[in-house]
C-alpha cells in the first residue's frame, strides 16, 4: 500500500504563503489524481484541490480559486500546494489523498500537516 507523507505546514500571518509537500512512498503512475482537503476543529474534511496524475488538470474548490495551487513532480512522487494570499479561515489540518481510478474515493490518507494563519 503506498503511504503519503505530508509536510510543510506551519503558522503564518494573514496574507502570507506556504508550500505543502505530499511525497509518496512508492511510484504513483497508476494513479488517476492526488487531492488536497482540510479539516477545521469541529469541522468535517472538506476539498481543496486536486490534481490528475498522467495529464495535469487540476480542480479547485471556490474558497481557494486564485490563491492556491496544485503541482506534481511525477519524478520525486511528489505532490505539492502553493497556498499564497493566506487567511485565518485557511486555519486546518491538511491531508492528501490518493483517487486510484476515476470516480474511487479518496483513500492512503497521510498524517496530515498543520496550517495555521493568524489575523
Known amino acids: 500500500q503506498v503511504h503519503l507523507v505530508e509536510s510543510g505546514g506551519g503558522l503564518v500571518q494573514a496574507g502570507e504563503s506556504l508550500r505543502l509537500s505530499c511525497v509518496a512512498s512508492e511510484r504513483t503512475f497508476s494513479t488517476f489524481a492526488m487531492g488536497w482537503f482540510r479539516q477545521a476543529p469541529g469541522e468535517e474534511r472538506e476539498f481543496v484541490a486536486a490534481?490528475?496524475?498522467?495529464?495535469?488538470?487540476?480542480y479547485y474548490s471556490n474558497s481557494v480559486k486564485g490563491r492556491f495551487t496544485v503541482s506534481r513532480d511525477a519524478a520525486k512522487n511528489t505532490l505539492y500546494l502553493q497556498m499564497d494570499k493566506l487567511k485565518p479561515d485557511d486555519t486546518a489540518v491538511y491531508y492528501c489523498?490518493?483517487?486510484?481510478?476515476?470516480?474511487?474515493?479518496?483513500?492512503?490518507w497521510g498524517q496530515g500537516t498543520q496550517v495555521t494563519v493568524s489575523s
Open positions: 490534481i490528475r496524475w498522467t495529464e495535469g488538470t487540476t
Open positions: 489523498g490518493m483517487q486510484v481510478r476515476v470516480g474511487d474515493p479518496y483513500s492512503n
